[in-house]
């Protein structure tokens, strides 16, 4: 059973009450409590642009959800609003449905299609149907099965519902959509499909490219939050409690990292002395093996180096430059201050600094700790003196980075969430702490 989210009430509330001409596009059977883990796909008639905005603005004061990203497009924007309880993330499409600058489905056909469930206005479901299929056709160039399946059970299988919906599109594109309707198979030929598609608009991928290049440009939508402590301050707990939450905002928009980007593999399996795994095992004597000497420390270093440096720009800059994502890492390059017997290396103080020299910030770091015999009475891993000394050099650490935050553990597991809540919010929300509704 899913939580009242006020976000979503507080909406839908203001929309009915000003006459506001709208319509979900779906995923609508929780509304208006919530939107069922889903993010919210909002469209509004060209009429009432601006007063939907004064709606969003008036929304986030009331329940006090700041924007977090926000990613810009004339005829699709996209918003992610926060705070320590809930979230939601909105993709409004204004007035037509457009891929690029070109109608894939005109104003007066979604008016057409617009019915009621709840006193909330919805598209009806065979045109929902077809609209979130082609969306994800024309735009993506794959379907999933949960837009396929859906379309054997409605009217989208008709030949003249396609005609009479698809007008921005040549007959050649809507034959071939139906003939692969025909089939009834899972995986139609997406790509196909797409190519048919796009040129039935006269549409330009390259216009799209450009786009994308150019948002690199803009305040980023997405965030890094990198999450330390020792064994047993209760990283797992703070993870596993946030980012469900975070999960509202930025719909499934969580990717969690374990130690680093992960764009290489682990040195040991290099090496031949393990076994590539997928999930991250506990382990339960992290200190079981006797730390390296200078030199292999340095090779050990050197070739993690790689991965915080390169290996972030390959799998975490593009994500977080583009799209509303939040990478959270499970400890990071930050552990050789704190913790080198983990990573079997002996290197020193200005080594470790030196790398972080090099080293992409991330926009959040969360330091878990507090009293160390409560720590080492939950995992009981390592020894009291070992848990004490982590401890004091993550304070220490803490107290000399701009971006760290302490969050003490040994308090009520709510007191805490709620304690690294408030930190990731107050963090993202200064980044569009201009932003101003259109």
Known sequence: MHKTNTFSTTLFQL??????????????KSLPDNT???????????????????????????????????????????????????GIQIDLFCGSIYFQNKVIFDEDTIKQNIKFYNSIAILDDNFANLVSLIKELINN?????????????????????LKSNLKSFNIKFINSLYQSFQNHNTEINCKELCYIGRKSLSANTIV?????????????????????GTDGSGKSTIINHITPILNEGFHKGVIYNHLRPNAIPDLGIILGKKEQIKDVTVVSNPHAEKQSGLLVSLIRW???????????????????HLK?????????????????????????????????????????????????EKI??????????????????LQKFCINHKKAIWIDTCTDIETSINKSMEAICNMMSKRFSNFRFK
């Open 141 to 161: 160039g794959h379907c999933e099965p949960k837009y396929i399946f859906p379309i054997y059970n409605s009217l989208c299988y008709d030949l003249h519902f």
């Open 208 to 228: 799209n490219k450009l786009k994308k290049i150019n948002r690199i440009f803009h305040k980023k939508p997405g965030y890094v939050i990198v999450i330390l």
């Open 15 to 28: 929309l009915n009450q000003r006459n506001i001409q709208y319509c979900v596009l779906r995923n609508y």
């Open 302 to 320: 050197g070739y993690y180096m790689i991965d915080y440096t390169l290996g972030y720009m390959k799998v975490v800059s593009p994500i977080i």
């Open 36 to 86: 069922g883990n889903s993010d919210l796909d909002l469209w509004i008639s060209s009429s009432d642009i601006k007063n939907v905005s004064e709606i969003l603005e008036e929304t986030s004061l009331n329940t006090n959800c700041k924007i977090v990203s926000f990613i810009d497009n004339k005829y699709s924007p996209k918003f992610c609003f926060q705070n320590s309880r809930e």
């Open 376 to 393: 080492y009475e939950r995992k009981p891993e390592t020894s009291l003196q070992e848990v004490t000394k982590q401890t004091k050099a």
């Open 324 to 372: 509303s994502k939040i990478f959270i890492f499970d400890r990071y390059y930050y552990d050789y201050y704190i913790d080198q017997k983990r990573s079997k290396t002996n290197l020193p103080y200005w080594i470790v600094r030196f790398g972080e020299i090099l080293l992409p910030k991330p926009d959040l770091i969360l330091c878990l700790g507090g009293d160390p």
